[in-house]
């Protein structure tokens, strides 16, 4: 399940702006000295934003400019308020400029980074090819088509523009944090660190860099290397929600709760429109047993973000754990209709309806979460009970040998194998499941019992007696099963105390333990 919000890096979107010439195109009368100082105004990045969007629109009003220098003061006035938050007005700006002046690479890279945030990908994309046929060099264009790119899911041609920014900006640390981002999500943890690296190398002052380099090394399973870095990130930009947020799911991995709670919960108070966040504190929340605090923070996360398959998804588990199994089935099916691909949503869906006897459709759950993922160690161990409790032998022995290869801490999953592997009259290969079962659940009844029927079935008695002895102290409901079980057989009743005969025990060991 997902639980993480990703930040790769700046966006670059604003360039700097502009050196034009202040007299570009203008003659030097008296009736354009006052458009001249306005226009200086306007280009005077010390000047307040106030005055320089004032001096640009004076100038701009004025006229008498020539064509070309008027779409810089247009640019320059679409920069400040694009700084500002004043997307719409810059974006118009940016058209205007490139109209009066239309061989303008930067106003094209400007107005495809407003595309890119706006997800119009296609016109971002459009934009920046334009502003590098007018300039083959330009790193801001590589680097905001490579974030283009990256957001259409293009890895490769993405990490292909990063690679050109760098080449041609090897000194900038945003073309290295970039890259690294995209190298982090084709799974090269060693590249993106390397990337993060130098760009912490050229700009120690910047969080980003520090916070990516966290999640690579979280990817890792590094995660005090991880927690080091989200550290230093929140040392340089102390109200940075996203951080806060993958420190938590740091903490969470490494079962640290309380820690990750509070870093949701800054977050959240930092930003209170933060789904994610909701999500992940509801995860954590759920850990804790405080299930009706985690429904509470899925129902914001969806309300935040009512398409938020992982939110469903998530819900659905905790009214799985509820036993509301009507909300659940809801939620894994609205959560597979918003991400048709879910893998997980499938396997929960696949759990629900195995735990209903519905065994069928469980099954068909299992395949289609396998073929989207094939390494579900979950989706196998369960798709494995099922052939197993079907008698499908040797496709029970085959998906659990899988299932314990991703994930060899998993002594159910040796139990069933052993199981399949007993009915296959394999009962040596069936032992040495049962004893890793135990090594990993020393408690595990149900290991004991069955390695006490392949022990009496490879003829060791009495070890197999001692096992099923264990078994019975260990769950006492097992004993009066058995009991009813032995009864039936003819292999006598209980003792006067209701407890299991050792004697008919012993009797049908010695028979081969044949199936009750």
């Given at each position: 399940?997902a ?6 890096g ?18 030097a ?9 306005d ?7 010390s ?9 640009c629109?004076?100038?701009?009003d ?17 920069l400040?308020?694009l ?16 109209r ?5 690479p930067?106003?094209y ?7 890119r ?36 899911g ?22 290295y ?17 390397g990337?993060?690296n ?12 520090y ?10 399973g ?19 929600a ?53 429904l ?20 659905g ?7 509301r ?25 696949g759990?629900?309806y ?55 801490i998993n ?25 890793v ?80």
């Amino acid at each position: 399940m997902a639980f993480r919000r990703t930040r790769y890096g700046g966006s670059i979107g604003t360039v700097p702006i502009v050196a034009a010439a202040l007299l570009f195109g203008v003659a030097a009368t008296a009736a354009t000295a006052a458009p001249r100082e306005d226009a200086s105004t306007c280009l005077d990045g010390s000047r307040s934003a106030r005055d320089r969007i004032d001096g640009c629109s004076r100038a701009i009003d004025a006229g008498g400019l020539a064509q070309d220098f008027q779409a810089k003061v247009i640019y320059n006035r679409g920069l400040v308020y694009l700084i500002q938050g004043q997307v719409d007005r810059a974006f118009a700006d940016f058209n205007e400029a490139i109209r009066l002046h239309p061989p303008f690479p930067e106003a094209y890279v400007n107005r495809g980074s407003i595309h890119r945030q706006r997800g119009s990908l296609d016109r971002a994309i459009g934009d920046f090819d334009q502003a590098l046929a007018l300039d083959p060099e330009n790193a801001e264009a590589y680097a905001n088509r490579g974030l283009a790119y990256q957001q259409k899911g293009e890895l490769d041609r993405a990490l292909a523009d990063f690679d050109q920014a760098v080449a041609l900006a090897p000194k900038d640390p945003a073309a290295y944090n970039n890259r690294g981002g995209v190298h982090r999500l084709k799974g090269d943890i060693e590249r993106a660190i390397g990337d993060f690296n130098k760009a912490v190398t050229l700009d120690p002052s910047k969080a980003d860099a520090y916070n990516n380099r966290g999640l690579a090394y979280h990817d890792a399973g590094d995660h005090d290397r991880a927690i080091t870095d989200f550290d230093a990130a929140l040392k340089r930009a102390p109200r940075d929600a996203a951080t806060y947020n993958n420190r938590g799911n740091t903490y969470r991995v490494m079962l640290k709760y309380e820690r990750a709670r509070a870093d949701f919960d800054a977050a959240i108070a930092l930003d209170d429109s933060f789904a994610a966040a909701f999500n992940n504190r509801a995860n954590v929340r759920r850990k804790q047993g405080d299930l009706k605090g985690a429904l509470a923070d899925y129902d914001r996360a969806i309300d935040l973000q009512p398409t938020y398959a992982v939110a469903y998804d998530n819900r659905g588990i905790t009214y799985y754990i509820l036993r509301r199994d009507e909300e659940a089935l809801r939620d894994y099916n609205t959560a597979i209709r918003l991400k048709p691909d879910f893998a997980d949503a499938y396997t929960n869906r696949g759990l629900l309806y195995h735990r209903s006897g519905r065994l069928d459709e469980a099954l068909v759950e299992y395949d289609k979460a396998l073929k989207l993922n094939p390494d579900d160690s979950l989706a196998l161990a369960s798709r494995g009970g099922i052939h197993l409790n079907k008698g499908a032998y040797e496709a029970a022995v085959r998906d659990l040998d899988r299932a314990t290869a991703l994930r060899p801490i998993n002594p159910n999953a040796y139990v069933n194998r052993g199981n399949a592997q007993r009915a296959l009259g394999r009962n040596e290969a069936a032992i040495a499941d049962y004893n890793v079962a135990l090594e990993q659940a020393p408690r595990l009844g149900n290991a004991f019992f069955n390695r006490g029927i392949a022990q009496a079935r490879s003829g060791n008695v009495e070890a197999g007696l001692k096992d099923i002895e264990q078994a019975v102290a260990l769950n006492p409901n097992a004993g009066s099963w058995l009991v009813g079980q032995l009864a039936r057989r003819g292999y006598g009743t209980a003792g006067s105390d209701g407890a299991v005969s050792g004697a008919a025990v012993r009797a049908w060991l010695e028979d081969g333990a044949p199936d009750l």
